[in-house]
């Protein structure tokens, strides 16, 4: 079992920034894959980024902005999100997946954090 754990939601003016942490505990040894989603009200949960042992890939409207960092020591997967917008507001969820390969999927993912709400305002 892994058990994941976000914190660091919050609501920011658009331009500002917030650091997500996932923190994870259990079989995380097992997990290939680590990435973050997000949800926002009447939408589909969406590909955010993720990390492997590889490297990393963001969703478009992300990239240059945000950065998704593993730090094995402290059993954490952070993300900075820096020049936020409105429509970045959302529900964000750490993910935890056995298969090597980076997805952008949601059913690829074994495991999921309960959520952190970020709101960013106009």
């Known amino acids: 079992q892994v058990q994941l754990v976000e914190s660091g939601g919050g609501l920011v003016q658009a331009g500002g920034s917030l650091r997500l942490t996932c923190t994870t505990s259990?079989?995380?040894?097992?997990?290939?894959?680590m990435g973050w989603f997000r949800q926002a009200p009447g939408k589909d949960r969406e590909f955010v980024a993720a990390?492997?042992?590889?490297?990393?890939h963001y969703l478009d409207s992300v990239k240059g902005r945000f950065i998704i960092s593993r730090d094995n020591a402290k059993n954490t997967l952070l993300l900075q999100m820096n020049n936020l917008k409105p429509e970045d507001t959302a529900v964000y969820y750490c993910?935890?997946?056995?298969?090597?390969?980076?997805?952008?999927?949601?059913?690829?993912?074994?495991?999921w954090g309960q959520g952190t709400q970020v709101t960013v305002s106009a």
């Open positions: 990390h492997n042992l590889l490297g990393t």
């Open positions: 259990g079989r995380t040894f097992t997990m290939n894959v």
């Open positions: 993910a935890a997946g056995q298969k090597f390969p980076i997805t952008s999927r949601p059913t690829e993912y074994n495991y």
